[in-house]
């Protein structure tokens, strides 16, 4: 059967680096998952002053999230944690109380940048994120992607092979770890 991914990119930067990763991460998906960006980037700062009566933007965001059968974040590190905007984004979908759109949700996580430990604090931090909002995340593989020049080229391409491997099967894993989550957790249940 198909799955439906939806993926975050936590930059908001048109040339963002991350955003061209999840280009080709779409490229380089199996076809068993159907892959489809949530934006969030018109979102207001998130209050539970809201909570009573979600603005139709923070509904429409936190619905495709409740819609799909798994989220990747895509994510670059800012001041060595996740950007500020894709962590609101999260604080929306995690409310109001008792309806939080990534329990039981399977999530993956990834991320570059051009320093050479791509990502790796901001994913931790993430990663504690998610564990509060009750998200099995996949553990392995890991992603730490150190982004070269022409890496991956403006159609989403990965220029070095051993780079495109790597990402394929880091969504090869995904798609494995949404199918155990899947029968562990079935949308019924
Ligand atoms: C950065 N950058 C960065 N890089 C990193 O590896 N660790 C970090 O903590 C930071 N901190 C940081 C803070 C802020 C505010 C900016 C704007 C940038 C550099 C960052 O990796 C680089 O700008 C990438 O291009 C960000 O990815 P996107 O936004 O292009 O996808």
Same mark, same amino acid.
């Given at each position: 059967?198909?799955?439906?991914?939806?993926?975050?990119?936590?930059?908001?930067?048109?040339?963002?680096?991350?955003?061209?990763?999840?280009?080709?991460?779409?490229?380089?998906?199996?076809?068993?998952?159907?892959?489809?960006?949530?934006?969030?980037?018109?979102?207001?700062?998130?209050?539970?002053?809201?909570?009573?009566?979600?603005?139709?933007?923070?509904?429409?965001?936190?619905?495709?999230?409740?819609?799909?059968?798994?989220?990747?974040? +895509?994510?670059?590190?800012?001041? %060595? =944690? *996740?950007?500020?905007?894709?962590?609101?984004?999260?604080?929306? !979908?995690?409310?109001? $109380?008792?309806?939080?759109?990534?329990?039981?949700?399977?999530?993956?996580?990834?991320?570059?940048?051009?320093?050479?430990?791509?990502?790796? +604090?901001?994913?931790?931090?993430? %990663? =504690? *994120?998610?564990?509060?909002?009750?998200?099995?995340?996949?553990? !392995?593989?890991?992603? $730490?992607?150190?982004?070269?020049?022409?890496?991956?080229?403006?159609?989403?391409?990965?220029?070095?092979?051993?780079?495109?491997?790597?990402?394929?099967?880091?969504?090869?894993?995904?798609?494995?770890?949404?199918?155990?989550?899947?029968?562990?957790?079935?949308?019924?249940?």
């Amino acid at each position: 059967r198909t799955y439906k991914v939806g993926y975050l990119v936590g930059s908001l930067a048109k040339a963002s680096l991350n955003r061209r990763l999840a280009g080709a991460l779409v490229k380089l998906a199996p076809p068993e998952l159907a892959m489809t960006e949530i934006p969030f980037s018109d979102l207001p700062f998130y209050s539970y002053d809201l909570d009573a009566d979600f603005p139709a933007v923070a509904r429409a965001f936190k619905q495709a999230i409740n819609e799909s059968d798994a989220v990747l974040f +895509v994510t670059p590190e800012y001041n %060595r =944690s *996740i950007p500020g905007a894709l962590k609101n984004a999260i604080d929306w !979908a995690s409310r109001p $109380y008792g309806s939080n759109a990534f329990t039981r949700k399977a999530s993956a996580i990834i991320g570059t940048s051009p320093g050479k430990i791509g990502t790796a +604090v901001a994913q931790q931090h993430l %990663r =504690s *994120i998610l564990a509060f909002c009750n998200s099995p995340q996949m553990n !392995a593989v890991e992603a $730490y992607i150190q982004f070269t020049p022409d890496l991956i080229d403006d159609t989403g391409t990965v220029t070095v092979k051993e780079t495109a491997d790597f990402l394929r099967n880091f969504m090869h894993e995904f798609h494995q770890f949404i199918i155990r989550v899947k029968i562990a957790l079935p949308d019924n249940a």
